[in-house]
């Protein structure tokens, strides 16, 4: 099976339709799929609900698909980046479900799994609990939340080979790991494509049987909020 394509949007074809879920990997600015988002906001597609910790910041990475009006609804986390974000939430334009970020990442892992519902103490006695089942373990509150799954999943690592096994680097592994299992398609954008022997088996992140999409994208990196410090003498 080939998995490499030459660009995101090829990668993309036959996989996209209006009002699909999209998880898109990444944290801030930071290991976020640029390639794909682009293409994805190239090729038209709307009514949206998008699975991300945040929605990149206005005028870039998911924001770009805000602006165009694209998504319906945010799963996520964080919002704090965003103006045209705050702006379609308090005007009724855009639907949110807001997560506690570990929550959100458990979440995501689960539906990866397999996993449909699990318990956690993270939100009791708030509006994050209200409609959702309570249970008591060991004398302790705790809400059911549920597992999450997409028809696409797009997420950026630093090396792949050619079978789609994927290592991400530092940081910007973020939310990609999980991510990349929870898709019925995944699409993995990489700095670098290898040959299959070439990464260490005990430094893969995500397997290859995860990745159905692979392409070697060019990356901006913008950073989110630079803070630098006036150099000594």
Request: glycine share 14%; aromatic share 8%.
């Amino acid at each position: 099976m080939n998995k490499i394509f030459p660009d995101a949007g090829t990668a993309l074809d036959g996989l996209l339709f209006d009002g699909m879920t999209i998880m898109a990997g990444g944290f801030g600015l930071c290991g976020i799929p640029e390639n794909a988002i682009d293409a994805i906001l190239e090729s038209g597609v709307k009514d949206l609900t998008i699975i991300s910790n945040n929605c990149g910041v206005d005028g870039f990475g998911l924001g770009k698909l805000l602006d165009a009006k694209r998504i319906r609804k945010m799963v996520s986390s964080y919002v704090g980046e965003n103006k045209e974000f705050e702006r379609q939430f308090l005007s009724g334009e855009l639907e949110l479900e807001f997560n506690p970020q570990g929550t959100l990442a458990e979440r995501i892992r689960a539906g990866g799994a397999g996993i449909p519902g699990f318990y956690v103490k993270t939100g009791v006695g708030t509006v994050i609990a209200e409609g959702k089942d309570h249970r008591e373990f060991d004398g302790e509150t705790y809400i059911m939340e549920t597992g999450l799954k997409a028809d696409l999943s797009i997420v950026k690592a630093w090396k792949g080979d050619t079978q789609g096994n994927l290592i991400y680097r530092k940081t910007a592994r973020n939310f990609n790991p999980m991510m990349a299992t929870a898709g019925k398609v995944t699409l993995a954008e990489v700095e670098e494509i290898v040959e299959v022997g070439s990464l260490d088996p005990d430094n893969i992140h995500t397997p290859g049987i995860f990745v159905q999409r692979l392409i070697q994208g060019e990356f901006e990196k913008r950073i989110e909020q630079r803070t630098t410090r006036a150099r000594e003498g």
